[in-house]
T-cell receptor
Framework: NAGVTQTPKFQVLKTGQSMTLQCAQD?????MSWYRQDPGMGLRLIHY???????DQGEVPNGYNVSRSTTEDFPLRLLSAAPSQTSVYFC????????????FGDGTRLSIL | GQQVMQIPQYQHVQEGEDFTTYCNSS?????IQWYKQRPGGHPVFLIQ?????EVKKQKRLTFQFGEAKKNSSLHITATQTTDVGTYFC???????????FGTGTRLKVLA
């Protein structure tokens, strides 16, 4: 039981490049979400999903896409990276949508040059 | 939209002193969650409060949900150096599954 696994742990991109941040959980959790955390700041919700095939926007969805084809995986796509997207990205899960995010991955530290 | 403010933003205490952080919402909440994040780490879920006026304890930590379900507090008794980190509240409003985090309170404990 690995919990929530995020890859990569670190990434440097150039402006305009695209990439996918991976998130996988092996706890059969229905609810998954993506947050970004800027230095010294709180976490801001990007997108969330209440189950396979169902996604919705959070507070700061612009510039990001998500999909949920399986219960286990919830990848986050940056379409055209911008310096403002430099941040630490956390994926989280919980066993149902009424329950707050309980399990977080270790994060992906992303720098956009 | 949902706004959540935490006060204070920073708190430095001597080891053994008490510490309290407050979370205030502009709207009535369905529930509230508290998390702790160590420097360089990820948030760790501490507790969820659901009922008006609810009080829960975890060893030296006491969590309280306001009667009007618009505010909450986390109190640590006799802080230890292991309490260092940032404490966040997270809330959702009725009928949504958007969990919004507060701005956080960064606690430093001086030995």
């Amino acid at each position: 039981n690995a919990g929530v696994t995020q890859t990569p742990k670190f990434q440097v991109l150039k402006t305009g490049q695209s990439m996918t941040l991976q998130c996988a959980q092996d706890m059969n959790h229905e609810y998954m979400s993506w947050y970004r955390q800027d230095p010294g700041m709180g976490l801001r919700l990007i997108h969330y999903s209440v189950g396979a095939g169902i996604t919705d926007q959070g507070e700061v969805p612009n510039g990001y896409n998500v999909s949920r084809s399986t219960t286990e995986d919830f990848p986050l796509r940056l379409l055209s990276a911008a310096p403002s997207q430099t941040s630490v990205y956390f994926c989280a899960s919980s066993y149902r949508e009424e329950v707050q995010p309980q399990h977080f991955g270790d994060g992906t530290r992303l720098s956009i040059l | 939209g949902q706004q959540v403010m935490q006060i204070p933003q920073y708190q430095h205490v001597q080891e053994g002193e008490d510490f309290t952080t407050y979370c205030n919402s502009s709207t009535t909440l369905s529930n509230i969650q508290w998390y702790k994040q160590r420097p360089g780490g990820h948030p760790v879920f501490l507790i969820q409060l659901v009922k008006s006026g609810e009080v829960k304890k975890q060893k030296r930590l006491t969590f309280q949900f306001g009667e009007a379900k618009k505010n909450s507090s986390l109190h640590i008794t006799a802080t230890q150096t292991t309490d260092v980190g940032t404490y966040f509240c997270a809330v959702s409003t009725s009928g949504t599954y958007k969990y919004i985090f507060g701005t956080g309170t960064r606690l430093k404990v001086l030995a």
